[in-house]
């Protein structure tokens, strides 16, 4: 609107200067530090490059390889599960329901609480062995499960904890609904369509520009996982939920191997780099944007 | 051509016709339709009243347990207490250390706080400055705005300590809320300048021939009017601030500094297996500021959160 251009860059001045100093330097840094040999306690002037060797060292790092694999099969269980029940509860709740308000709200409360340290507490209570899970199973004549100590259960609880989240997907995916013009639904069933065809043919292709907003989002929110796993069970049993991002917090302040850390956390950014890439390039074949696969109009 | 002019003429091609229907067939069927029609709304009430029971259960219980003796938290599921006392509470709130939870939750006010006024002006002014000025590589900056959206955190985290303790800020607020002065939450902009987008420049071009510079179109035309994105950018950092742990985790490392999160972690650590009551007291309250902001301002989430989404 307006033509002082100096003017303008005055306006976003905060934002460049914060970019430099609190994004682009730190991002830099990371990787510079990532071919030294770096320790905390030290001066950074200390600091020795080493090339490649944190990288190699990961390579044949197991606890890295367990990580990595804990991380994936997280990431893989929690984004796809909370989108489908996500997609599913908006689905039931777009329709000319009374009190739809009561239920969205009763949805998306805990999706506000739920990444707070008290719900963290509050899961490993309830999934403690005399817990409230454990409580209700004996009810139910079921035998009590070692949710939190044992390593086959302990992930599915902080998955648990993230899908119970599942509102604020919920809500984005309802927003997406009630843009799909009526007539669409009335002109299919005129022309006989059953209601798992318009669900395939209407409702999911004009939501998908919606769905790839939710899978990026959740995507790059689950390999950032760290309060579930890190109070509800410190990584355990048995490294069982020992997340990549734990394993780096551990390595640069608990065993101040600076250098280690950052490659580490590299490794992270590039497999999420990675995964969003894949999900940007796929979109011009699933994604509609108005009139064409993948084009915005 | 709108979406849906498009797609209904795919519809159109991809449907099989449906030649020959005749009409006393469907009235025929209104019958069973507005009966089918029952059924499934009643469905969907069951469906969604259950779901909704399971997702509050737990809340439910915290608070319960919250008012029960500790031995009764074990040997029932039910949320009454049949002895309701407020000593979990009591203790809870004192903690075992030689702060009580008034230290812990005017250190939580100390960080969001400035937290939250930092994020909305700065906020405001670099959508202001995206939304309407020409800008010299302005199509770059909007490109890094929101690659920091999408950016992961965790890569930033290490350099970000190296760089606060040469600053000598360590165990102080400062590396908590000073980067939100720099408008370094891309999706707090983005939500803004999505909102300023929405609102023809009418007015303020108005205001720019009446011979107001920008700085007062912005405090006296766009202020008021983008009031209720600035509420949403607001309500979400708190929220989020409330929530944060690992920041302060890093940064702070003297107990009297502690915000309510790092207490209650400290808490479990603590008492572990011993005072579930006087925990999940002390969570219950730390859930309550949340709570009711999130009641008194349930509008601007939906409206936040959707925002970025469906109209972007």
New interface residues.
């Given amino acids: 609107m307006y033509e002082n251009r100096i003017t303008g860059l005055l306006y976003i001045a905060p934002f460049l200067l914060g970019l430099v100093m609190f994004t682009l330097f730190p991002f830099v840094s990371s990787l510079l530090l990532s071919f030294t040999d770096y320790q905390l306690q030290d001066p950074v002037s200390a600091a020795h490059a080493i090339g490649l060797e944190n990288y190699r060292q990961m390579v044949g790092d197991r606890t890295f390889r367990h990580a990595l694999g804990v991380t994936l099969l997280y990431v893989f269980a929690t984004v796809p599960l909370k989108l489908a029940f996500a997609l599913f509860i908006a689905f039931v709740l777009n329709f000319k329901l009374r009190a739809i308000g009561l239920f969205r709200t009763a949805y998306y409360i805990p999706s506000i609480l739920g990444g707070s340290v008290a719900i963290a507490v509050l899961w490993r209570y309830v999934f403690a062995g005399d817990g409230l899970i454990n409580q209700a199973l004996g009810a139910a004549g079921i035998s009590a499960v070692n949710w939190l100590g044992d390593p086959a259960y302990a992930l599915t609880t902080i998955v648990l904890l993230r899908l119970w989240q599942f509102g604020s997907a919920m809500v984005v995916f309802l927003a997406g609904l009630q843009t799909i013009p009526t007539d669409l639904y009335e002109a299919a069933t005129v022309d006989g369509a059953g209601k798992a065809r318009i669900f395939f043919t209407i409702t999911l292709p004009l939501l998908t520009p919606v769905i790839f907003f939710n899978f990026v989002m959740q995507i790059v929110q689950a390999f950032q996982e760290f309060n579930g796993p890190y109070i509800i069970t410190g990584g355990g049993p048995l490294k069982s939920t020992y997340l990549l991002p734990l394993m780096i917090y551990d390595e640069a302040f608990k065993y101040f191997n600076v250098g280690y850390a950052s490659a580490l956390s590299w490794t992270l950014f590039l497999i999420v780099a990675l995964f969003t890439a894949l999900a940007f390039g796929s979109q011009r074949y699933w994604v509609f944007y108005g009139g064409e696969r993948g084009e915005r109009t | 051509?709108?979406?849906?002019q498009?797609?209904?003429q795919r519809?159109?091609s991809?449907?099989?016709?449906?030649p020959g229907?005749k009409r006393p067939v469907m009235v025929q069927r209104a019958g069973r339709t507005a009966q089918r029609g029952r059924v499934n709304?009643l469905l969907?009430?069951a469906?969604?009243t259950a779901?909704?029971l399971v997702?509050?259960?737990?809340?439910l219980?915290?608070v319960s347990?919250a008012f029960k003796p500790n031995h009764e938290i074990?040997t029932?599921?039910g949320l009454w207490p049949h002895a309701p006392t407020l000593d979990g509470f009591a203790r809870g709130w004192q903690t075992g250390t030689e702060y009580s939870f008034t230290t812990y939750f005017a250190n939580t006010f100390a960080i969001i706080i400035p937290k939250v006024v930092l994020t909305s002006v700065?906020s405001v002014?670099?959508a202001?400055?995206?939304a309407?000025?020409?800008?010299?590589g302005?199509r770059l900056?909007f490109a890094?705005?929101m690659a920091?959206v999408?950016?992961?955190?965790?890569?930033?985290?290490?350099?970000?300590?190296?760089?606060f303790r040469?600053f000598g800020w360590l165990d102080s607020f400062l590396p908590l809320y000073v980067?939100c002065?720099?408008?370094?939450e891309g999706f707090f902009?983005f939500m803004v300048i999505q909102f300023l987008r929405g609102i023809p420049?009418d007015m303020?071009?108005a205001a720019?021939i009446d011979g107001c510079n920008?700085m007062q179109i912005l405090a006296y035309v766009v202020a008021p009017v983008v009031m209720p994105a600035v509420i949403s950018v607001a309500l979400f950092q708190f929220?989020?601030s409330?929530?944060d742990?690992?920041y302060p985790l890093?940064y702070l490392s003297s107990v009297e500094k502690y915000p309510?999160?790092?207490a209650?972690?400290m808490?479990?650590d603590v008492t572990e297996?011993t005072a579930?009551n006087e925990?999940?007291a002390?969570?219950?309250i730390?859930?309550v500021p949340?709570?009711l902001v999130?009641f008194l301002a349930?509008r601007h989430?939906?409206d936040g959160?959707?925002a970025?989404?469906?109209k972007?």
Avoid at chain 2, 55 to 59: G, I, K, V
Avoid at chain 2, 132 to 136: D, E, G, K, L
Avoid at chain 2, 151 to 160: A, G, R
């Fill in positions: 051509m709108s979406a849906g498009i797609h209904s519809l159109g991809a449907l099989p016709a449906a229907r709304v969907r009430y469906v969604l779901v909704g997702m509050l259960y737990p809340l219980w915290m347990a074990f029932s599921v700065s002014l670099v202001y400055g995206f309407r000025f020409a800008i010299p302005k900056w890094l705005l920091t999408l950016l992961p955190k965790s890569v930033l985290l290490i350099p970000q300590y190296l760089m040469q980067p002065a720099f408008a370094t902009v420049p303020e071009e720019m920008s929220m989020w409330m929530n742990f690992l890093i309510v999160a790092l209650l972690k808490a479990i297996a579930w925990v999940l002390m969570s219950t730390a859930l949340s709570l999130f349930q989430f939906i959160v959707t970025g989404a469906v972007g």
